[in-house]
């Protein structure tokens, strides 16, 4: 974490302290600077004082213009210019979260923080919108750049790909042409690339649209699709279950965990007894039974030992499993020559 020499509170309470009363009531409520971890709405803070949401607003900007054209703000340029230098080092331009939480660790810390961004003359905001996080920076030829190079980044990016983080960042750096060579590092460009909001990544370091298998989790499946990722060969359920809670702390039952890994057939494959599979590794849905006669259609008749070989890249099943299911007559023909066949429908 990046350290600042100054202490946020202090120089937002030196700030605030020039407004009259209600103005500064205003301020500290809506911005969280009273030791609050949230702020308070313009309803809230109109309803105490019996004036519409519209005026409390006007009261807000008021104050600060008042703050920004105070000398007293001048009396705070060290302060200020040593943020503004330090989020330039991080990148000149960075998401609002990342800022927040590179220079502070507390909710009320991140409150004063913020307050600074928005009355400092150094820093510019813009909004959240379809390509980026709401972000702030203090070089617009900077920040243009980068917003440029993340758009024809997400153009490369598939809905369904996923990309390790080194291959993004090159994506990144390669698009850089217009920016000062301090900036064109991997560190920076990974920072940049939390700006996007049509790009993720997940907790294996992977990067993809949100729409990509494994980079959004929101329930089991989800997690226990990149637990089996993570693990590269079939794993059984209750494998799956510790290994959610392990790794992301999240609790799993194992009857649960089972119920969606049978429920999500696009993803998973139950290839033994309670022991799952990625289907996107070659493994095929359905029985034993279904795995021996996809082979026989496959590849014509095929010896009892072939079969066999070739189920077992498949379903993790004792020799006896597949025996017995090369006994279904009406499925399955034992041919003259020992060879098995599929079965002639009549």
Known sequence: MAKLTFKPKDVSKRLVDILPERSKDVITSRYGLLGKKQSETLDAIGKRYGITRE????????????????????????????????????????????ILSEFATDPETQNHLYFLLVVGKPFAHRKEDDHFKRRWYVDESVAKAVEDALKTVHG?????????????????????????????????????????????????????????????????????????????????????????EKTFGKKAHQATTHNELIKDAERFVLVGRGLYALKEWGYRSGHVIDIIKANLAEHGPMTQEAIIKAVGKER???????????????????????????????
């Open 156 to 244: 490369k990016v598939k809905s369904t790909d996923v990309v390790t983080e080194d291959m993004l960042v090159d994506h990144v750096l390669s698009c850089m042409e217009r920016v000062n060579m301090k900036y064109k590092n991997a560190e920076t460009a990974k920072r940049w690339l939390e700006l996007s909001s049509c790009l993720m990544r997940n907790p294996l370091g992977e990067w993809g649209r949100t729409t990509a298998p494994g980079i959004k989790l929101k329930n089991i499946r989800d997690h226990a699709y990149v637990v089996l990722k993570r693990h590269g060969s079939p794993m059984h359920f209750r494998e799956v279950a510790k290994a959610i």
């Open 316 to 346: 993790h099943v004792k020799r006896n499993t597949i025996l017995v299911n090369l006994l279904n007559s009406k499925e399955i023909l034992k041919q003259k020559d020992g060879t098995y066949a599929l079965a002639t429908k009549r």
């Open 55 to 98: 005026r409390v607003r006007q009261i807000e900007n008021h104050a600060l213009k008042q703050i920004q054209d105070s000398p007293v703000l001048v009396k705070e340029t060290d302060s200020l210019t040593q943020l503004e230098a330090a989020i330039r080092e991080l990148g000149a331009v960075l998401p609002e979260h990342t």
